[in-house]
């Protein structure tokens, strides 16, 4: 159960992290395009691109979200756990398993 709590925080954290990158490269792709255009075109453009950006920033902090989460279980689950591995660790001593 640790294991897949931990692969769920590890890929929430990535997948928050790209979407981020993702968002940022294409807001940097819309002003550095060396393209000369202006007028209503290019500031409907930039405005669609910042409410895009805006959006996948909303995203990115609820992936983060879900990782603080993953984390906070397993702090959770970490007393189980530990109660479970004592319980069991003096048995396959003695010859129980």
């Known amino acids: 159960m640790t294991a897949v709590i931990s692969v769920g925080e590890s890929r929430a954290t990535q997948l928050a992290r790209e979407v981020l990158d993702e968002s940022s490269a294409m807001a940097r792709r819309m002003t550095d395009d060396g393209i000369a255009w202006t007028g209503i075109a290019r500031r409907a453009a930039e405005d669609r691109v910042e409410r895009e950006h805006a959006q996948n920033k909303r995203v990115a902090y609820a992936l983060e ?27 396959s001593f003695s010859g129980v398993t």
């Not at 979200?65 to 048995?91: F, I, K």
Request: no cysteine; aromatic share 4%.
């Open 65 to 91: 979200d879900l990782a603080d989460e993953y984390r906070a279980a397993m702090r959770g689950l970490q007393p189980l756990r530990d109660s479970v591995h004592n319980l069991l660790l003096p048995r």
